[in-house]
């Protein structure tokens, strides 16, 4: 299956870099998160990985590596834990790791609400952004 | 219009004063946000990284409620949203003002918002954000439906709406937000274990 990959551009808004892999399942969306249509841009990371559960079937590994996100695209990453959540209960093999801005509690703490909200257990690691 | 309240030399001098780091009234388009707060992210990190990154945090999300949700239109141009952005300092805060029009039909929802958000505590208002961010997305909303909840969080205090009725079906919200230069964090670093 073929990758995913969007180069990360921070200017009139702020597109995340992201790098989805076909063929060993390990996806990574970093930087910074706001969009001008939040819906479109994250419906292609969550059809992506639909195609990959529905495909490859193997193992997921998704790196969240945000140092900042709005409100509307933390729905869309909760959309995406949502898919994530339920390839698990139906056995696929899942891990998430959550890499957060040393300085920057509130998304630490988005991680535990998403914790919360999806049943998935999220690893977490505070990381230095460089700058 | 009663012109006579309004003097422009006053005016001028009230936003010249050196606390004003911004003060903004007029259309609001994605570029001049982009432009703000790219100003705003360089300025205030120079300072303190993490206060910093907080206030542009909070200044995003009102400037996109603004953006997303004034009722003023600027009929000149491209009928552009028309609001009010102000951010001031003193020694130990920050004041984030944001105003702009809606219709007075949208205020008791905006009302009740308000309420919940400035009722609730910390994990109250985490589990209340949580709740939003679950609902289903109201067709209104180009947003999460989430962001002052958010940035009540995000400021760490308590945040305050005014809403001023005017002639018509309009009516002027205004959002403030202060958010502390010294962080009480610092003291006890409650960041999460991995």
Redesign the interface.
């Given at each position: 299956m073929e990758n995913l990959e969007i180069s990360g551009k921070s200017?009139?808004?702020f597109i995340p870099e992201v790098m989805l892999n076909g063929s060993n399942g390990v996806c990574e969306i970093s930087g910074e998160s706001?969009l001008?249509d939040?819906d479109e841009f994250y419906n292609q990371i969550i059809n992506w990985l639909n195609k990959y559960i529905n495909e490859v079937k193997k193992g997921i590994t998704f790196n969240f590596k945000l140092t900042?996100f709005?409100?509307?695209s933390?729905?869309s990453i909760?959309n995406i834990l949502r898919v994530l959540k339920k390839y698990e209960d139906e056995s696929g093999q899942v891990v998430v790791n959550w890499y957060y801005p040393?300085?920057?509690?509130?998304i630490?703490?988005e991680?535990?609400?998403y914790m919360?909200?999806t049943g998935l257990k999220i690893?977490?690691?505070?990381f230095e952004p460089e700058n | 219009m009663n012109l006579k309240g309004f003097n422009f030399f006053e005016y001028h001098t009230q936003i010249s004063q050196d606390n004003i780091i911004l003060s903004y009234k007029g259309p609001l388009t994605?570029?001049l946000l982009?432009e703000f707060s790219r100003d705003i992210r360089q300025k205030l990190q120079e300072e303190d990284?993490?206060v910093g990154?907080k206030v542009?945090?909070i200044f995003?999300?009102l400037a996109?409620n603004v953006l997303y949700y004034s009722k003023e239109i600027n009929h000149f141009g491209n009928r552009d949203k028309v609001g009010t952005l102000v951010i001031v300092q003193n020694d130990t805060e920050y004041k984030l003002i944001t105003g702009n029009l809606v219709y007075k039909t949208a205020v008791q929802k905006l009302l009740e918002k308000y309420e919940a958000i400035s009722t609730l505590d910390r994990d109250a208002l985490?589990e209340y954000?949580?709740k939003l961010?679950?609902d289903p997305?109201n067709e209104e909303s180009?947003?999460?439906g989430?962001?002052l909840v958010?940035v009540a969080?995000?400021a760490d205090n308590k945040i305050e709406i005014k809403i001023k009725e005017l002639l018509g079906d309009m009516a002027f919200y205004a959002i403030f937000v202060t958010v502390k230069k010294q962080s009480e964090?610092e003291s006890n670093n409650?960041?999460?274990?991995?």
């Open positions: 200017d009139v808004y706001y001008e939040t900042y709005n409100t509307s933390s729905r909760l040393e300085d920057d509690d509130s630490a703490e991680a535990e609400d919360k909200d690893n977490m690691f505070s | 994605d570029v982009a990284s993490k990154k542009f945090a995003m999300e996109q985490r954000k949580r961010r679950n997305q180009k947003g999460a989430i962001g958010q969080l995000t964090e409650a960041t999460p274990t991995e």
